[in-house]
């Protein structure tokens, strides 16, 4: 049940990042000043914000272990 759940939630879950990578890609390729093309500006934002939910997944895992 609850894997059903979740695999009706993936798509959502890249889409929503894709639409916040429309927010990031840009600030990378201007910060990069020209030296980056825009496919690298784009799997940049995308690894960047992979990282980063990461990081928010293992905080909350050590932190709260009585969940998992």
């Known amino acids: 049940m609850r894997l059903s759940r979740f695999k009706y939630q993936l798509p959502?879950?890249?889409?929503?990042?894709?639409?916040?990578?429309l927010l990031i890609a840009p600030?990378?390729?201007a910060n990069s000043g020209g030296s980056l093309d825009k496919v690298s500006a784009w799997a940049i934002?995308?690894?960047?914000?992979?990282?980063?939910?990461?990081?928010?997944y293992l905080f909350i895992v050590i932190?709260?272990?009585?969940r998992f």
């Open 12 to 21: 959502i879950i890249i889409f929503l990042v894709m639409c916040l990578n």
């Open 27 to 29: 600030v990378v390729y």
């Open 45 to 56: 934002g995308i690894l960047g914000f992979t990282t980063l939910m990461l990081v928010v």
């Open 63 to 66: 932190f709260q272990p009585e």
